[in-house]
């Protein structure tokens, strides 16, 4: 199975300043044939499901705002707030999609400073 | 607009069994891959398993051999049968379209596995 391992578990950030959360992957999750990296980004608030944020390490889904980035390839992936608005508190989940078991990293909670 | 609906949850007792159900509206379900995640309460997220339009299935280790993933494309509706449960199989079942990254959720059913 592939292990995702997110850095760090938390982390506490002003209104209006960069967040950086990173995601290692225990194997590489780079197709070739394509030159994607299957890596995905989730946002979690509390009492909700999971969002979709990105994909393909850097694609972001149709309406998220363009202050969320994904960035990396291989086995180190990198999601940035550039700047971190009040309705971005949430706990954030990177995710593997080159094979099988799906695996998900631990997750990382995202607060104001 | 996308919806999955789930429902089935409940408090079993270990060693019982349960049926989740995910019914699917606003797209062409037959062609979509399926997912079952969960997530125990204050921890985070666990792929179950999967199925795809020709009915290909996966499933994790922890639930191998005591879930069975199904679906109805007549019904538009994705199920989980679960037997044989136990006190870690306690979370909410989220049931999510697939392209390998999870596009759309539903919003859970809690199922507690307790004496």
């Known amino acids: 199975d592939i292990v995702m391992t997110q850095s760090p578990d938390s982390l506490a950030v002003s209104l209006g300043e960069r967040a950086t959360i990173n995601c290692k992957s225990s194997q590489n999750v780079l197709y070739s044939s394509s030159n994607k990296n299957s890596l995905a980004w989730y946002q979690q608030k509390p009492g909700q499901p999971p969002k979709l944020i990105i994909y393909?390490?850097?694609t972001r889904e149709s309406g998220v705002p363009d202050r969320f980035s994904g960035s990396g390839s291989g086995t180190d992936f990198t999601l940035t707030i550039s700047s971190l608005q009040a309705e971005d508190v949430a706990v954030y989940y990177c995710q593997q999609y080159y094979n099988i078991p799906r695996t998900f990293g631990q997750g990382t909670k995202v607060e104001i400073k | 607009e996308v919806q999955l609906v789930e429902s089935g949850g409940g408090l079993v007792q270990p060693g019982g069994s349960l049926r989740l159900s995910c019914a699917a509206s606003?797209?062409?379900?037959?062609?979509?891959?399926m997912n079952w995640v969960r997530q125990a309460p204050g921890k985070g997220l666990e792929w179950v398993s999967y199925?795809?339009?020709?009915?290909?299935?996966y499933y994790a280790d922890s639930v191998k051999g005591r879930f069975t993933i199904s679906r109805d494309n007549a019904k538009n509706s994705l199920y989980l049968q679960m037997n044989s449960l136990k006190d870690e199989d306690t979370a909410i079942y989220y049931c999510?379209?697939?392209?390998?990254?999870?596009?759309?959720w539903g919003q859970g059913t809690l199922v507690t596995v307790s004496s």
């Open positions: 393909w390490a850097s």
């Open positions: 606003g797209f062409t379900f037959s062609i979509y891959s």
């Open positions: 999510a379209t697939s392209s390998g990254h999870f596009d759309y």
């Open positions: 199925i795809n339009s020709v009915n290909i299935i």
